[in-house]
């Protein structure tokens, strides 16, 4: 045990201070509360405003086009369309609209957007909604329909996702499943990353041949271990440090950038709690509306609902769970090659499971009990990534569990195989490894 604490304090004490550890630590929280405050402003930035000059050749849209708030206004004029194109925007309009006289027939280029300020998509998709929903109309009345009556029969559903919890508590299924999404990716950059300082340490102390005098006093699998637990306790470390950092400068976010955004979500709820339990007899004239904060409210629900200790200490879990497994594994190939080009052909089958995990955890989001995802949560290769990804899911505790533990005891046993690996690669110098040699040497002893 004491030469295993040896190696991993030196394992950890020569990484920790390197300027890129600290770099990462600190910069990580950053982009993540950076990443939500620009979610947040991009729901609260204005629009370009908009003055828009209609030259309606046929008759059929003359002051029906609606008005987007204060950011679009339409206007209206009886001129000819060369004189118009040619003077709009001196006289300050960003756009004209020409509406051509066969637009009802649905002739080709029936309209024609002309601009001095581009247009964004959301103008656009106003414009093309607006006309499309007037030619429908009128169609609909020159049959003898009129339009208030499929107008009524029409009905909007608004499917909201909530998972009830034991105690009956409510959780977005909806802002869940992106979180799985995102943490799956993480936890394959995250496995990958730490298990590269492994594969490149062996493979640097094979390169500088000190590892052959390492071995006169140390056995292979404590050696392995050491190196192994060093680096997971840094990787521990910086999860814990990027935890407390984040949580920080969310807490800081809260009390200024989003204080007056808060206090009116606050009212938004304590509103719509006003509506569901007085329902058809609440006086709405009372209430306030939201219409240009519902996006950010959106937003503040998802991040409300998502339990986000919870997740954060079974990411870091499965995080040390895999980065074990998949080090131990990557610590065999490095030892079975002798220059980082040689070591290349090993790495294939460290990350085509990973990458395999990951696109069975998209495959989890379109369709979560899929046979696939499910057994995809127990074995060893997928699991980190897999599992991380359903627990957003609200599946049940003693399921994850069970699966961190399979992945820990799956360890145990890569560990024992690759310290063989471990033990004949790193005295194997000046001819180059095949895969035969690889499982010769799982039955070899020193």
């Not at 996702?161 to 995102?182: E, H, I, N, P, T």
């Not at 052959?212 to 840094?234: D, F, M, N, Q």
Request: hydrophobic letters at 50%; glycine letters at 6%; charged letters at 20%.
């Amino acid at each position: 045990m004491r030469e295993i604490i040896l190696i991993a304090r030196r394992e950890f004490l020569a990484r920790i201070k390197n300027k890129t550890f600290l770099f990462m630590t600190v910069l990580s929280p950053l982009l993540m509360v950076g990443f939500f405050v620009l979610s947040v402003y991009m729901t609260q930035m204005e629009s370009t405003q908009h003055r828009i000059l209609v030259i309606d050749e046929s008759r059929l849209f003359m002051d029906r086009i609606p008005n987007k708030a204060s950011l679009v206004e339409f206007e209206y004029s009886n001129e000819v369309l060369l004189d118009a194109e040619q003077k709009f925007s001196e006289r300050g309009y960003t756009a004209l609209l020409w509406i051509s006289p066969n637009v009802i027939e649905g002739g080709a280029g029936a309209c024609k957007l002309f601009y001095s300020k581009i247009p964004g998509y959301a103008l656009q998709n106003h414009i093309r909604t607006a006309l499309e929903k007037i030619v429908y109309e009128e169609k609909l009345l020159a049959n003898d329909i009129q339009p208030e009556v499929v107008r009524n029969a029409r009905q909007h559903i608004q499917l909201i996702l909530q998972q009830v919890g034991q105690k009956g508590s409510y959780a977005d299924a909806d802002g869940m499943r992106y979180l799985g999404f995102l943490m799956a990716a993480l936890m394959m950059v995250f496995i990958l990353m730490y298990g590269m300082m492994v594969f490149r340490s062996v493979l640097e102390e094979k390169q500088s041949r000190i590892v052959e005098v390492i071995l006169t006093s140390v056995r292979p699998v404590k050696l392995l271990i050491g190196k192994i637990s060093g680096i997971a306790l840094l990787g521990l470390l910086q999860f814990i440090c990027m935890g407390l950092l984040t949580w920080l400068l969310s807490q800081g976010l809260r009390q200024t950038y989003l204080s007056q955004s808060i206090k009116l979500y606050e009212v938004y709820k304590s509103q719509q709690a006003t509506v569901f339990k007085n329902g058809a007899e609440t006086d709405f004239s009372k209430l306030s509306r939201f219409d240009e904060n519902l996006e950010l409210f959106d937003l503040f629900k998802k991040a409300e609902t998502l339990a986000f200790d919870h997740v954060f200490w079974v990411f870091v879990a499965f995080f040390l769970a895999g980065f074990l497994f998949y080090s131990a594994f990557m610590a065999a190939m490095a030892s079975a090659a002798d220059t980082e080009a040689d070591a290349q052909q090993f790495l294939l089958p460290v990350h085509l499971p990973l990458l395999a995990a990951y696109f069975i955890a998209v495959q989890g989001m379109l369709n979560p009990d899929a046979a696939i995802v499910q057994w995809a949560s127990w074995i060893p290769f997928t699991s980190p990534v897999v599992m991380i990804s359903r627990i957003t899911s609200g599946i049940p505790l003693l399921t994850t569990v069970f699966s961190w533990l399979v992945l820990c005891i799956s360890f145990g046993i890569m560990i024992l195989w690759s310290a063989r690996i471990y033990q004949n690669g790193v005295l194997n110098s000046g001819k180059k490894t095949r895969w035969l040699d690889l499982w010769r040497w799982t039955k070899k002893h020193h």
